[in-house]
């Protein structure tokens, strides 16, 4: 069994910042890729960003040089540090993780989710 758990949502004004934080816990063996997606209401989710635990990273287009995301691969936790932030980045993000457990082999898991709003 793994647990992602978020932490860091809020209610922010345009162009203020944010700190998501998702840490993984349980069964884990390894984990392999992290990563941030968001859900606005009635849109798809989609991906913001993810790393490797080698640190490679990949970024939605709409997010790039705006956010930055970060992991403590001992700490088994990602991060994602969001700075001038805009309305449409309003959504729930959620955290997911590419794990290889101690005995239930490989999954991808997921949190709870955690709200941010952007007001203008």
């Known amino acids: 069994q793994v647990q992602l758990v978020e932490s860091g949502g809020g209610l922010v004004q345009a162009g203020g910042s944010l700190r998501l934080s998702c840490a993984a816990s349980?069964?884990?063996?390894?984990?392999?890729?992290m990563g941030w997606y968001r859900q606005a209401p009635g849109k798809q989710r989609e991906l913001v960003a993810d790393?490797?635990?080698?640190?490679?990273?990949n970024y939605a287009d709409s997010v790039k040089g705006r956010f930055t995301i970060s992991r403590d691969n001992a700490k088994n936790t990602v991060y994602l540090q969001m700075n001038s932030l805009k309305p449409e980045d309003t959504a729930v993000y959620y955290c997911?993780?590419?794990?290889?457990?101690?005995?239930?082999?490989?999954?991808?898991?997921w949190g709870q989710g955690t709200q941010v709003t952007v007001s203008s």
């Open positions: 790393i490797t635990s080698g640190g490679s990273t």
């Open positions: 997911a993780a590419d794990v290889r457990t101690v005995r239930a082999g490989d999954g991808n898991y």
């Open positions: 349980g069964s884990i063996f390894s984990i392999k890729a």
